[in-house]
């Protein structure tokens, strides 16, 4: 297994506890943001390693700098992860589902991808 499916199969794990109702979302989500410094290296070459720790990154963040608003926080935790569970292998809807989540639903600035004129 390469560090992607690793990767990938650790976030898996981590989705699907995310989805069930037993539990807050908070520590799984946080767990997903973890993986990247937690011996699953990111960045190497599969968008789902920085897109994932980024979205739910974002979202455990929301829920400890506004804690009056963690319920919102946490449902998105699970939006997203059952979002990402629908998607997961097809690297069309995969590239829809990080535009979505991190540039729409999150507000992360886009890069521009014109090259600037001198």
Sequence with gaps: ?????????????????????????????????????????????????????????ELTDWAELRPEETGQAEAQMVTAAREWLAVEGDQEAEARYFDRWLYDILGFERRSTRSEQS
């Design 1 to 57: 297994m390469n560090d992607s499916e690793a990767f990938r199969a650790a976030v898996r794990a981590c989705a699907e506890v995310i989805l069930r109702d037993d539990a807050s979302p908070y520590e799984p989500a946080l767990e997903i943001m973890g993986l990247a410094s937690g011996g699953h290296p990111v960045n190497d070459g599969d968008d789902a390693d920085t897109g994932l720790v980024s979205i739910f990154g």
